[in-house]
């Protein structure tokens, strides 16, 4: 079993930054694949961003390519996102997710999730 907590959303103006982190404990291992999605009520889970197990594969999705970056650090069982450039349609509930083997961009590929953490771009 693998658990995700992520941590780092919030409040913040249009225009500027947060860093979403994911933490991952239990049976760890670096073999897995992590994306982070996001949700607003109403709407269907997005695909934002994802990342390979070495970290040498990434791939975004159109809305927040140039904006946003993902990144992992192994060794502290820990994936990053940083996000720039925030807009209002950044609003959301982000969640981390991870699966085993190669990166997907369709949420139902993926086994384990996070809680989520609110962002709110405010205008």
């Known amino acids: 079993q693998v658990q995700l907590v992520e941590s780092g959303g919030g409040l913040v103006q249009a225009g500027g930054s947060l860093r979403l982190a994911c933490a991952v404990s239990?049976?760890?291992?670096?073999?897995?694949?992590m994306d982070w999605f996001r949700q607003d009520p109403g709407k269907e889970r997005e695909f934002v961003t994802a990342?390979?197990?070495?970290?040498?594969?990434?791939y975004y999705g159109d809305s927040v390519k140039g904006r946003f970056t993902i990144s992992r650090d192994n060794a502290k069982n820990t994936v990053y996102l940083q996000m720039n450039s925030l807009k209002p349609e950044d609003t959301a509930v982000y969640y981390c997710a991870a699966r085993p083997g190669t990166y997907a961009t369709n949420y139902d590929a993926y086994m384990y999730w996070g809680q989520g953490t609110q962002v709110t771009v405010s205008s």
């Open positions: 239990g049976r760890t291992s670096s073999t897995y694949a």
């Open positions: 990342i390979s197990w070495s970290g040498r594969s990434t």
